[in-house]
């Protein structure tokens, strides 16, 4: 068994006249699962190589909530719960995401927020490794959720429903501060700039680094009485 005639890890052999025992793949072949027959399903883009505005499969309940729990985990850190960009991360300092209730964002096609995860985008790594597929698309569907929720206007509401406002929730939870579930204050010189860099959805850069680190977060215009963030 010792002495058997076999191919070592990363030693050579002289069967293949190539000299390697390691067999490059023959080509074209697809491994199990990854035929990736629908692009846009793995893409978001269409034939034209343009950024879709469909959904690759129906929007269900279920498919929301499995969107807002991914969104919650990989997202919110930077765009926050409701999807404004000021996220904890971007609070201590990170560059400023993008706030997807800006007319520009709000215009944006279903493919772009796909494509954005896929691919990142300026200062945003891509998520590709974290979040399947699937679980992209299901984020998509739910930030348009958080768009229209963020964006609601009464006439939004559907007919016997009774709206709470988020500081009467707030006060029948128990939380004393009048303040909670006022408008939240976005950090304005901090993050976004002038409101031009805010639609254009281009934050200005970050003071230029020393030693390779960023400055320390400052503290943020408002952020003391500003409420945190919430999803329900
Ligand atoms: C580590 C922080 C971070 C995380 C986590 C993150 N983003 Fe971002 N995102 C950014 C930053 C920073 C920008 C702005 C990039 C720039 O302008 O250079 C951005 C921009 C965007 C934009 C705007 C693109 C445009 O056209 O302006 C979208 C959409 C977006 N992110 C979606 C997501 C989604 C969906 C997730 C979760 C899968 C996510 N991001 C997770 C940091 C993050």
């Given at each position: ?16 006249t190539?000299g390697?025992s ?6 074209n ?9 629908d692009p846009?399903f793995y893409?978001?883009l269409?034939?034209d190589?343009?950024e879709?505005?469909?959904m ?10 499995r ?7 990989y ?6 719960r409701?999807g ?5 991360i971007v609070?201590?300092?990170y560059r400023?995401a993008g706030n997807f209730?800006?007319p520009?964002?709000m215009?944006?096609?279903l493919?772009h927020?796909?494509?954005v995860?896929?691919n990142?985008?300026?200062?945003m ?5 974290q ?10 569907a739910?930030?348009k ?8 206007k009464p ?9 709470e406002s988020?500081s009467n929730?707030?006060r029948?939870?128990g939380?004393?501060?009048p303040n ?6 976005l950090p ?10 805010q ?5 200005p850069?970050l003071p230029p680094?020393a030693n390779?680190k960023?400055?320390p977060a ?14 329900k």
């Open positions: 068994m010792q002495d058997q005639p076999k191919f070592i890890p990363q030693r050579g052999t002289d069967f293949y190539d390697r390691a067999r490059p793949q023959v080509e072949t697809v491994a199990r699962g990854q035929l990736h027959q846009y893409t978001g269409g034939a190589g343009k879709g505005s469909a690759p499969f129906p929007v269900t309940m279920e498919v929301l909530e969107g807002q729990e991914r969104f919650n985990i997202c919110a850190p930077c765009h926050s409701v404004n960009g000021a996220g904890m609070q201590r300092g400023p209730h800006t520009r964002l215009a944006m096609p493919g927020f796909f494509n995860m896929t990142g985008y300026g200062a790594p891509d998520y590709k490794a979040v399947s597929p699937a679980d992209r698309w299901a984020i998509v739910y930030i959720a958080l768009q229209l929720s963020q964006n609601a006439a939004d509401e559907a007919p016997g429903v009774q709206v988020l929730i707030a029948q939870e939380f004393d501060d909670f579930g006022n408008e939240w204050a304005k010189t901090a993050v976004y700039g002038t409101p031009n860099e639609d254009n959805g281009i934050p850069a680094s390779g960023y400055p400052q503290p943020l215009p408002g952020a003391a009485t500003a409420p945190a963030p919430t999803n």
